[in-house]
């Protein structure tokens, strides 16, 4: 079903993005870490409980876990994030699915129900994803504290 699986190491719950690789500086991830410093969200879990594939344009589709419904930690989260960009003069968009893809296929798969898969969120890592190449770069980390 899943032709190429990501790799257990780059896994992980995007909840905002920043700027495309060609708008990606040192001195944007600056500011975006200055400006993200004082977070303050306590540890929480999000449910995954469907997999489907991601539309798109490719012949491959993302193959993703996702929710029926966000925790509402992870949308306060999200939104408290969109906030504090949109203070330093960086945009972030509005619409947000959350989700983990687990790989690309040819295939489409049709939003299932699954048996629910618990990710707890201890941390945001600020992460250069090279698109295409199977790679992340941890810029920054910031502990989920409360």
């Known amino acids: 079903m899943i032709e190429s699986a990501t790799k257990p190491a780059n896994l992980h719950v995007s909840v905002l993005g920043v700027a495309q690789s060609a708008s990606y500086s040192a001195a944007l991830i600056a500011r975006v870490c200055e400006g993200t410093q004082r977070l303050h969200c306590a540890p929480f879990v999000i449910d995954f409980d469907r997999l489907m594939s991601f539309r798109g344009r490719r012949r491959k589709t993302a193959v ?21 960009l949109a203070g330093i003069g960086v945009g972030a968009p509005r619409g947000f699915t959350p989700h983990v893809t687990l790989g ?16 707890g969120a201890t941390a945001i890592y600020f992460i250069h994803s090279f698109h295409g ?14």
């Not at 966000?70 to 504090?84: E, H, T």
């Not at 295939?107 to 990710?119: D, F, K, L, N, S």
């Open 64 to 84: 993703v876990l996702t929710t029926r419904r966000a925790p509402q930690p992870l949308c306060d989260l999200r939104n408290d994030l969109r906030a504090r």
């Open 104 to 119: 690309y296929s040819e295939m489409r798969i049709a939003e299932t129900p699954v048996a629910p898969v618990g990710w």
């Open 133 to 146: 190449q199977a790679r992340h770069e941890v810029l920054a980390t910031i502990p989920l504290d409360g």
